[in-house]
């Protein structure tokens, strides 16, 4: 007669998640913990790609180096910081991804001394000889263009016989002549010993950029100039 069941009851006003499934249950304490944790192992991740990017570009592209003394004057000075393109003489199973040109500013081991690197820029070829005539360097007997030369730096004007470059081989110079051990005294540089080119200065700030290749249209001597003329 009388249904003394007790029923199911809510207080007026209140709202279950039972009610309606679209409501989201967020509790906020796990959700904070979840979502301190998450973000820290994004932070990590992305810290550690970042160090892989760098030591990828520091082993295979680009690599700092630093200037020491001054046989690269009025160039380079002492303790410049430069860029060195790796990737440009980078060879993968024979085949080239650069090639070294007359001009180049390149840092290659020091062949007397092989854990020592020297900075030096490329004046003979492969295949040319090369002759340091009055200071002068003539490249198969035509004078070479060097605006880049200080004669602050170029006063002694000393002369060295002509020297045969070797294939996979390179007559390297510093720019001041008057102070630098180079190919004039021990020889050639071993295509194998050279790991990079600077083409880029990043300190001194007054003096950032990109490094000057120099133009080297080899001029042939006046005089035989003036007979390919009169013929």
Do not use: C
Request: hydrophobic residues 35%.
């Amino acid at each position: 007669m009388f249904d003394f069941q007790k029923k199911k009851q809510y207080d007026f006003g209140f709202i279950a998640a039972d009610d309606d499934r679209d409501i989201e249950v967020v509790r906020l304490k796990k959700e904070s913990r979840q979502g301190i944790w998450a973000e820290s192992l994004k932070l990590v991740r992305d810290i550690i790609l970042i160090i892989a990017v760098f030591v990828l570009l520091g082993v295979f592209v680009a690599q700092p180096v630093v200037v020491e003394g001054t046989s690269m004057l009025p160039v380079l000075h002492d303790g410049e910081r430069l860029l060195v393109n790796k990737l440009v003489y980078y060879k993968f199973k024979g085949v080239k991804w650069g090639h070294i040109e007359r001009g180049d500013i390149i840092v290659f081991w020091y062949p007397k001394e092989p854990d020592k690197s020297y900075v030096k820029r490329v004046i003979g070829m492969p295949g040319e000889t090369v002759e340091v005539r009055n200071g002068k360097i003539l490249i198969n007997g035509t004078e070479l263009n060097e605006p880049y030369l200080d004669k602050e730096h170029n006063q002694n004007l000393p002369s060295f016989p002509p020297r045969k470059v070797d294939e996979h081989y390179f007559f390297v110079m510093g720019d001041n002549r008057d102070n630098s051990s180079d190919s004039r005294y021990w020889g050639l540089v071993p295509e194998k010993y050279v790991y990079g080119k600077a083409f880029f200065r990043y300190w001194k700030p007054q003096d950032a950029g990109f490094l000057d290749h120099g133009d080297y249209n080899i001029e042939p001597p006046k005089d035989i100039a003036e007979e390919e003329k009169e013929r």
